[in-house]
């Protein structure tokens, strides 16, 4: 969860674009772009220290490898472009957009009911012309923002942060608030802000939250040799009370109700040929033409 991501595309395309439902996922980065358009509904978007909140009609675009995360609110269809960095490197490699939050409105919706028809088309070059569709798409974006120099990155805390979330990963069974302000090195008191800040929720849920993946990852595993509890005590939680309660507030049910064939990513499209997995309890990724 929130590492870094490799995208897999169909062969012969480094685009991939879709609709979702409700859309909620966690911090996560990945060296492609993503542009997120509210079709319907509100909601809000996190890129690097800043929120955005969003209502139908509005766009964000995050650059490669920055940390965002999506909440959308119950009923709205969050639509994705993602795309690999050298569809419009050649074009856009020089400037970055001033601020994520698109000023104006661009025929984004446009373009991707015209690039899903291309990629589903099958037709010899679909994948050639659909990134066609997003040079100049993202084009029309460049021109109409403001724009600034491309430098390094600014922010010195946000190497330091995506070094943390690699460290929960690996520890969450018993990793601490207290050991993750100091892997900052940072006070405690100023490290609870700036964890807010950059990933939109507070280290404790952060946390709950990469448990109950593990704990997921366990239950549906094909051994039987753990009970509950045992995996709740695996998973860093003290008591099965808690495991349960935890456990149903990030999946929406319990333990022993969960789906056979659940899966939890916490990003929005972890792998593309298992794009119909859910990024959190509610997400629904919307089939072309559904």
Same mark, same amino acid.
């Given at each position: 969860?929130?590492?870094?991501?490799?995208?897999?595309?169909?062969?012969?395309?480094?685009?991939?674009?879709?609709?979702?439902?409700?859309?909620?996922?966690?911090?996560?980065?990945?060296?492609?772009?993503?542009?997120?358009?509210?079709?319907?509904?509100?909601?809000?978007?996190?890129?690097?220290?800043?929120?955005? +909140?969003?209502?139908?009609?509005?766009?964000?675009?995050?650059?490669?490898?920055?940390?965002?995360?999506?909440?959308?609110?119950?009923?709205?269809?969050?639509?994705?472009?993602?795309?690999?960095?050298?569809?419009?490197?050649?074009?856009?490699?020089?400037?970055?957009?001033?601020?994520?939050?698109?000023?104006?409105?661009?025929?984004?919706?446009?373009?991707?009911?015209?690039?899903?028809?291309?990629?589903?088309?099958?037709?010899?070059?679909?994948?050639?012309? +659909?990134?066609?569709?997003?040079?100049?798409?993202?084009?029309?974006?460049?021109?109409?923002?403001?724009?600034?120099?491309?430098?390094?990155?600014?922010?010195?805390?946000? +190497?330091?942060?995506?070094?943390?979330?690699?460290?929960?990963?690996?520890?969450?069974?018993?990793?601490?608030?207290?050991?993750? +302000?100091?892997?900052?090195?940072?006070?405690?008191?100023?490290?609870?802000?700036?964890?807010?800040?950059?990933?939109?929720?507070?280290?404790?849920?952060?946390?709950?939250?990469?448990?109950?993946?593990?704990?997921?990852?366990?239950?549906?595993?094909?051994?039987?040799?753990?009970?509950?509890?045992?995996?709740?005590?695996?998973?860093?939680?003290?008591?099965?009370?808690?495991?349960?309660?935890?456990?149903?507030?990030?999946?929406?049910?319990?333990?022993?109700?969960?789906?056979?064939?659940?899966?939890?990513?916490?990003?929005?499209?972890?792998?593309?040929?298992?794009?119909?997995?859910?990024?959190?309890?509610?997400?629904?990724?919307?089939?072309?033409?559904?």
């Amino acid at each position: 969860m929130a590492l870094y991501e490799l995208r897999k595309y169909d062969e012969g395309a480094r685009v991939w674009v879709g609709k979702y439902e409700s859309l909620r996922n966690l911090p996560h980065w990945h060296n492609d772009c993503e542009l997120i358009y509210v079709e319907k509904g509100t909601g809000s978007v996190h890129v690097g220290n800043s929120a955005f +909140a969003l209502e139908a009609g509005a766009s964000v675009y995050v650059d490669s490898g920055e940390i965002h995360s999506i909440e959308a609110d119950e009923g709205s269809l969050i639509i994705i472009f993602l795309f690999d960095y050298g569809v419009i490197k050649n074009a856009l490699a020089k400037d970055k957009l001033e601020s994520p939050r698109l000023s104006r409105s661009y025929d984004v919706r446009g373009a991707y009911e015209r690039t899903e028809r291309e990629l589903s088309s099958g037709l010899a070059y679909n994948g050639a012309m +659909a990134e066609s569709i997003v040079v100049s798409l993202m084009i029309d974006i460049f021109r109409g923002e403001k724009t600034t120099a491309k430098r390094a990155e600014a922010n010195p805390y946000n +190497a330091r942060y995506k070094a943390l979330l690699v460290e929960i990963d690996a520890k969450y069974g018993y990793y601490t608030f207290a050991e993750a +302000a100091a892997f900052m090195n940072i006070s405690e008191h100023y490290f609870s802000g700036l964890f807010h800040r950059l990933s939109g929720m507070t280290f404790s849920k952060y946390l709950n939250a990469v448990k109950v993946r593990k704990a997921v990852e366990l239950l549906s595993s094909d051994s039987d040799a753990d009970s509950i509890t045992e995996i709740s005590i695996k998973c860093g939680f003290n008591t099965i009370r808690h495991f349960n309660r935890v456990f149903k507030e990030v999946t929406g049910f319990s333990p022993s109700e969960l789906p056979v064939g659940y899966r939890m990513s916490m990003q929005s499209v972890r792998d593309m040929k298992e794009a119909l997995d859910p990024t959190l309890v509610g997400s629904k990724l919307i089939l072309p033409n559904s």
